[in-house]
């Protein structure tokens, strides 16, 4: 009897207060929670570091969102992006290779190379003098940015041919090299093997260094006694490289 009097037993004020106060409480919350309104949450109202990456959805800050020239070295990802060249190489050298913070290592820089193709031109002993065989330009200064005296080594392997009468001859060829102001002949004797028609070669090498201006080959060829005179031609090319020094 006494139990179910007790379940019967009706709330006090103070308890219906407390329930109904708790009951508002809460519902507010709950409705103050949903209907903020578009735009009143500001910087004033973001605790500082309470936006982190969690917190962004994914795309939410693009490019337009950044503000130019915020992102800088120390923000991009050197291995995926190649940061802006800076620095030069001194003259006489050439960039080797640039790291991905954008300086340059140099490296020495190749010297110059010239020099023509083979080219083949007669060389008959009744010449008055030397024939032109072939020749190149050896640049110094502007504007190839090269020293005001350039310093070169070249090369040349003029080849003699000689067309034989029907005589046996000994042919003379001599050819010279000529770079700047020196100079280098050599002599080839080729003798015929008296067989009208047959030919007989020789090589001539040659090399010398000088200063720019121009390489050059000439040759000029010979035969004692009378008779008829064979054929001559010479086929060379000339290489020249740029050199520190020729001292």
Do not use: W
Not at 61 to 71: H, K, R, T
Not at 156 to 176: E, M, R
Not at 190 to 202: E, F, K, L, P, V
Request: proline share 6%; glycine share 10%; net charge positive.
């Amino acid at each position: 009897m006494r139990v179910q009097s007790l379940l019967h037993r009706r709330p006090s004020p103070a308890i219906v207060m407390s329930s109904v106060a708790l009951f508002l409480s809460l519902g507010g919350v709950g409705y103050a929670a949903v209907q903020i309104p578009n735009g009143s949450v500001g910087t004033a109202q973001l605790a500082k570091g309470a936006v982190t990456n969690s917190k962004l959805h994914t795309n939410a800050v693009s490019f337009p969102n950044i503000v130019e020239g915020a992102v800088g070295i120390h923000r991009i990802n050197t291995s995926q992006v190649q940061v802006r060249v800076s620095g030069s190489c001194p003259t006489g050298s050439a960039i080797a290779a640039i790291n991905t913070l954008g300086t340059v290592k140099c490296n020495a820089a190749l010297p110059g190379e010239y020099g023509t193709t083979n080219n083949t031109v007669l060389v008959p002993t009744t010449a008055s003098g030397p024939v032109a065989v072939t020749s190149v330009g050896l640049p110094e200064g502007a504007p190839y940015s090269l020293p005001a005296s350039v310093a070169y080594l070249a090369f040349a392997n003029p080849t003699a041919t000689v067309t034989s009468t029907g005589t046996v001859q000994h042919v003379s060829v001599s050819c010279t090299l000529s770079v700047g102001s020196n100079t280098e002949t050599r002599i080839a004797t080729i003798d015929t093997t008296g067989t009208t028609g047959q030919a007989s070669t020789a090589s001539i090498p040659l090399q010398v260094a000088g200063q720019a201006g121009t390489a050059a080959v000439s040759c000029q060829s010979s035969v004692p006694g009378a008779g008829t005179a064979p054929g001559v031609s010479v086929t060379t090319a000339i290489n020249a490289i740029q050199t520190a020094s020729n001292s």
